[in-house]
């Protein structure tokens, strides 16, 4: 039972982009299958699969409207923390769970199956209870809405490390004209605060509003705060700490040409007491 926890847990945080619920609707799975008649059940793998996809399909429907200050964002993963038992392969970036936000459940589940773990759309249609043409209907909506991005997670990130840190140098100068050298002219910056930490604005676009908004938040906030550089589900990401516990933590998306297109800003306290 063991040997499938991480790659169950896995299946649970691509679909949900909670590592806190996917831990408890994955226990919630074993424990049924332990107390359960298993004289029908040929496979345990695949049933302990479906029964995962399935819960996590549901949790994400009945969880659909987040009600926080701020965008919701996905909650944050360090594949270094010990406790965290995902498959690091298979676990998407970070970008990509915040787009994936833009599909309804089974669309998303749907992606995940085909795009990070390569199944048919047999093997989908079978874990779904569908038909293999309205797996493939889902998955072309779904490629639509992201517009038809691959599923890669990167792992080199050596070099945007010097990216990251010519970033924290220009927002601890509050150096406007650096931050905006930094960014994309069509940059989004979003902001989670959760249920209890209030944000200036939940979500900001455009290299010249973007630069004088993280300015002006490093000025009030985050000067003098002790920071660290982090990869967090396959990016680069900024973390400044109060005391012992991170207060924020910037998580970059960077192009292929070095220029940064994304910024999530994450405050909410409970998404980042793990990685703390």
């Not at 998955?139 to 809405?145: P, V, W």
């Not at 990251?164 to 601890?172: D, M, N, R, V």
């Not at 982090?230 to 990401?237: D, I, L, R, W």
Request: charged letters at 25%; hydrophobic letters at 35%.
């Amino acid at each position: 039972m063991q040997e499938n926890y991480s790659r169950l847990l896995t299946y649970a945080y691509n679909i949900t982009g909670s590592y806190e619920d996917s831990r408890d609707l994955v226990q919630d799975v074993i424990e049924k299958y332990i107390s359960l008649d298993k004289s029908g059940i040929r496979n345990e793998s695949n049933y302990l699969i479906k029964s995962t996809v399935n819960h996590a399909i549901n949790f994400k429907n009945r969880h659909s409207k987040k009600m926080v200050y701020g965008e919701w964002l996905p909650e944050p993963l360090s594949f270094d923390h010990p406790e965290n038992k995902l498959i690091r392969e298979q676990t998407a970036r970070y970008t990509l769970l915040v787009l994936l936000e833009k599909l309804n459940a089974k669309e998303r589940a749907v992606y995940i199956l085909k795009e990070a773990f390569d199944y048919s759309h047999q093997e989908i249609a079978e874990a779904l209870d569908i038909s293999i043409e309205n797996s493939r209907k889902l998955l072309s909506r779904a490629g639509k809405q992201l517009h038809n991005i691959k599923y890669a997670p990167d792992t080199a990130h050596s070099a945007n490390t010097a990216i990251l840190q010519k970033y924290q140098e220009a927002l601890s100068e509050g150096d406007i004209p650096g931050i905006e050298a930094l960014l994309m002219d069509d940059i989004r910056l979003s902001a989670d605060g959760g249920k209890k930490v209030r944000v200036i604005k939940a979500v900001e676009t455009g290299k010249p509003a973007t630069a004088s908004l993280l300015a002006y938040v490093q000025q009030q906030f985050l000067a003098g705060k002790h920071f660290t550089f982090h990869v967090f589900n396959h990016q680069p990401a900024l973390c400044f700490w109060q005391g012992e516990r991170i207060y924020n933590c910037h998580i970059l998306d960077i192009d292929e040409n070095g220029l940064i297109r994304e910024i999530y800003s994450i405050v909410d306290p409970e998404k980042l007491k793990r990685i703390g």
